[in-house]
């Protein structure tokens, strides 16, 4: 739709910046805090490892009052599970509520907005000892930790994230290194823990309405348009397999808690329902997102199954993610987009398409989580980082949502991954995302120094006109 006047971005329009704590804290055994599975997972030969990070646990007033200076009216962190509860439940550790009771003091000093996401990834390895999320313990762990976070940070903070990414955790958890799937029937397993995450999602979901009646809660699923590669039918009926498995399997259960029916049959096929214990429905049923968040880096294209194992094919970028499902759609490349440094396609107008068709099927309003450009920037002689790819990818992107806007998209908030330089989930610290360069190489921590990139000075002059 060409519109003849654009609207503008509505007043107070979070322009935010994302991180997680695992790839931004670093200080990963220090003050109590207990393993995580990414603390022992394995990590890519030739990167650097999570311990120290962008080193945020000890800079975070100079992170803080930098991201001041970039102008965020919101930054969206998340919270390490074992910060809290060093084993995933049991005792709370005082030290972990004292490091974010503090981060948050600090941004609402800088009256800048915390959105916390409460689970990224980063599942405590206790837990995971004890069988993860196959084990429905983690359920009641992850509602006990929720409740603990409601009760000590709920004062102060309104908007908050239940499970970052769910979606990729179980499409490719293999690749993010959370699923060590060693069932009879591991996607059966892998299904299983999906709905034990939904099921802890609408628990805390309910909890936090009950407990902090002004705050405002959701999921922060990757969703992304699906193309069919041509209009044959067979493509489009592809298409179709592909959004409802990878993207509303995800949010029709968060919103209207129900399994969409195509992606259950297709479970149905592959003898992968998980078990669901009676109750579970209503809970699923009782729980209401205020909003819907979601991470979109770029639209996703599939082809018509040929019915056979050629169907999985290796096509996303260096990262090798399998994309496709035999029997129900095949992974495809899309000739009308670039790619970036990674291979990853670069497709803004999907980002409007996205939008537009998660609010025309759910209505609730939308923020976007992560968005952003992995790059290998080059720091000048003088210090400077000219990164005018990121300006340039990030500009479309933004131009998009004044057109999903104009559609009659509600959407309140832009947090771009990511407010500073950190580690990538599995391509390392060379693969850099931020507004602020952090001075380090993959394995020599250098002096951590901080500085601000071109796409700093830009964005920060871009809140100042608040997008308009
Ligand atoms: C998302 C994750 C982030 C971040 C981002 C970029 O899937 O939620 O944690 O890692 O992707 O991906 P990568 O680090 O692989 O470049």
Same mark, same amino acid.
């Given at each position: 739709?060409?519109?003849?006047?654009?609207?503008?971005?509505?007043?107070?329009?979070?322009?935010?910046?994302?991180?997680?704590?695992?790839?931004?804290?670093?200080?990963? %055994?220090?003050?109590?805090?207990?393993?995580?599975?990414?603390?022992?997972?394995?990590?890519?030969?030739?990167?650097?490892?999570? =311990?120290?990070?962008?080193?945020?646990?000890?800079?975070?007033?100079?992170?803080?009052?930098?991201?001041?200076?970039?102008?965020? =009216?919101?930054?969206?962190?998340?919270?390490?599970?074992?910060?809290?509860?060093?084993? &995933?439940?049991?005792?709370?550790?005082?030290?972990?509520?004292?490091?974010?009771?503090?981060?948050?003091?600090?941004?609402?000093?800088?009256?800048?907005?915390?959105?916390?996401?409460?689970?990224?990834?980063?599942?405590?390895?206790?837990?995971?000892?004890?069988?993860?999320?196959?084990?429905?313990?983690?359920?009641?762990?992850?509602?006990?930790?929720?409740?603990?976070?409601?009760?000590?940070?709920?004062?102060?903070?309104?908007?908050?994230?239940?499970?970052?990414?769910?979606?990729?955790?179980?499409?490719?958890? %293999?690749?993010?290194?959370?699923?060590?799937?060693?069932?009879?029937?591991?996607?059966?397993?892998?299904?299983?823990?999906?709905?034990?995450?939904?099921?802890?999602?609408?628990?805390?979901?309910?909890?936090?309405?009950?407990?902090?009646?002004?705050?405002?809660? &959701?999921?922060?699923?990757?969703?992304?348009?699906?193309?069919?590669?041509?209009?044959?039918?067979?493509?489009?009926?592809?298409?179709?397999?592909?959004?409802?498995?990878?993207?509303?399997?995800?949010?029709?259960?968060?919103?209207?808690?129900?399994?969409?029916?195509?992606?259950?049959?297709?479970?149905?096929?592959?003898?992968?329902?998980?078990?669901?214990?009676? &109750?579970?429905?209503?809970?699923?049923?009782?729980?209401?997102?205020?909003? @819907?968040?979601?991470?979109?880096?770029?639209?996703?294209?599939?082809?018509?199954?040929?019915?056979?194992?050629?169907?999985?094919?290796?096509?996303?970028?260096?990262?090798?993610?399998?994309?496709?499902?035999?029997?129900?759609?095949?992974?495809?490349?899309?000739?009308?987009?670039?790619?970036?440094?990674?291979?990853?396609? @670069?497709?803004?107008?999907?980002?409007?398409?996205?939008?537009?068709?998660?609010? %025309?099927?759910?209505?609730?309003?939308?923020?976007?989580?992560?968005?952003?450009?992995?790059?290998?920037?080059?720091?000048?002689?003088? &210090?400077?980082?000219?990164?005018?790819?990121?300006?340039?990818?990030?500009?479309?992107?933004?131009?998009?949502?004044?057109? /999903? @806007?104009?559609?009659?998209?509600?959407?309140? /908030?832009?947090?771009?991954?990511?407010?500073?330089?950190?580690?990538?989930?599995?391509?390392?610290?060379?693969?850099?995302?931020?507004?602020?360069?952090?001075?380090?190489?993959?394995?020599?921590?250098?002096?951590?120094?901080?500085?601000?990139? =071109?796409?700093?000075?830009?964005?920060?002059?871009?809140?100042?006109?608040?997008?308009?």
């Amino acid at each position: 739709m060409l519109h003849k006047k654009l609207k503008p971005f509505p007043e107070g329009f979070f322009w935010g910046a994302s991180t997680s704590a695992y790839q931004v804290e670093g200080a990963w %055994d220090e003050d109590g805090k207990g393993p995580s599975i990414i603390d022992m997972g394995s990590v890519v030969p030739g990167t650097t490892d999570f =311990k120290v990070a962008s080193d945020h646990y000890h800079h975070y007033q100079e992170d803080v009052k930098l991201f001041s200076e970039l102008g965020l =009216k919101a930054y969206r962190f998340s919270i390490a599970w074992t910060r809290i509860f060093p084993n &995933g439940d049991g005792e709370v550790n005082p030290k972990g509520i004292e490091f974010y009771s503090n981060l948050i003091d600090e941004l609402k000093a800088h009256n800048i907005e915390p959105i916390v996401t409460m689970y990224h990834f980063d599942l405590p390895y206790a837990l995971q000892e004890k069988g993860g999320w196959s084990n429905r313990a983690t359920v009641d762990a992850f509602v006990t930790y929720s409740k603990t976070l409601f009760e000590a940070f709920g004062d102060r903070v309104k908007y908050w994230l239940t499970i970052n990414e769910q979606n990729m955790m179980i499409l490719h958890g %293999d690749a993010i290194g959370t699923l060590h799937v060693a069932a009879e029937n591991p996607m059966k397993d892998l299904y299983q823990q999906n709905h034990h995450m939904l099921l802890a999602q609408a628990k805390a979901m309910v909890a936090c309405h009950e407990m902090l009646p002004q705050a405002k809660i &959701g999921p922060a699923p990757n969703i992304a348009a699906v193309y069919p590669e041509t209009s044959k039918p067979e493509d489009i009926l592809a298409a179709s397999n592909c959004t409802a498995i990878r993207n509303w399997l995800y949010l029709d259960m968060a919103v209207y808690g129900r399994y969409n029916n195509i992606a259950w049959a297709f479970l149905e096929e592959r003898d992968a329902t998980p078990d669901i214990q009676e &109750g579970d429905m209503e809970i699923m049923a009782s729980a209401k997102p205020d909003f @819907i968040a979601f991470n979109y880096y770029s639209s996703q294209t599939v082809a018509a199954s040929s019915g056979d194992a050629s169907d999985r094919s290796s096509i996303d970028g260096d990262q090798q993610i399998v994309i496709g499902e035999a029997g129900v759609y095949k992974g495809a490349t899309n000739p009308n987009l670039s790619k970036n440094a990674f291979g990853w396609e @670069i497709d803004p107008t999907g980002f409007r398409n996205t939008m537009r068709e998660i609010y %025309d099927r759910y209505a609730l309003p939308l923020i976007v989580t992560e968005n952003g450009l992995g790059a290998f920037d080059k720091v000048e002689d003088d &210090g400077s980082v000219n990164d005018d790819y990121r300006i340039d990818f990030l500009q479309k992107h933004i131009d998009q949502i004044r057109l /999903g @806007i104009s559609d009659g998209v509600d959407i309140f /908030g832009f947090c771009p991954w990511s407010a500073i330089d950190l580690i990538s989930t599995h391509q390392g610290c060379s693969k850099r995302y931020g507004f602020i360069h952090v001075d380090r190489e993959e394995f020599d921590l250098k002096e951590l120094k901080r500085s601000k990139k =071109k796409s700093f000075h830009w964005y920060n002059e871009l809140i100042s006109r608040n997008g308009n």
